[in-house]
């Protein structure tokens, strides 16, 4: 599973390298468009600001990666104690820590449970370190953006998310809904929150109860 959460990351990557070319080659067609049409203020305006605020949302990036890289990762007693063992009633059913430590990355996953179905995946990997460090910018270079699809199964959001900037998905189904939550909390941990039979709205109880646990 986690190898295959890493192909999704380069892919993101990938996207990401791909986006930021596409948004030069559209800003140069501009600047040759310019001399035979007259450009308002306005657009110009608009053009440095968003350059602008990449610019610094990419420098941000980079000081935060900087300092990542010189922590060390949590310990796994330290990460299984942000593991609750219950989330909005479930029980914890499995857990584990520590099971990517050959890549030098600490990660904690829980799984919650019911006998009515209701399920719960919570995933906690800490971006200290050099591995650790690189897939959080990856993901933070993500969520820089703010875009939404909608079908009539659910929705896929990129943006401000109870208080955090967050990628969030909620597909219908028969007998229910299926949601999921990615955002990083405190600049360092990725934070990952899979429900069935629940909304993203609910699964701000789960987000709460992280934020305000002992990760540092």
Known sequence: NFLIYLLKIQTMKKLMILSVSLLVMASCSKEKESEKESTSIGDVFNGVKTMNTLSNSMEDIQKNTERLQKLTPMSNDELKAVLPETLLGLPRVSFSVGDNSMMKISSADAEYKDENNKNIKLKVLDGAGETGSA??????????????????????????????????????????????????????????????GYTTEELKKVMDLINGSSLK
Not at 164 to 185: C, F, W
């Open 135 to 196: 897939m959080i910018s990856i993901l933070m270079m993500g969520l820089t953006s703010n875009s939404e699809k909608t079908t009539q199964d659910g929705f896929e959001k990129m943006g401000d998310f109870n208080g955090t900037k967050a990628q969030i998905k909620e597909t219908k189904r028969e007998s229910g809904v299926d949601s999921e939550i990615n955002y990083i909390l405190k600049d360092r941990y990725m934070i990952t929150i899979e429900g069935d």
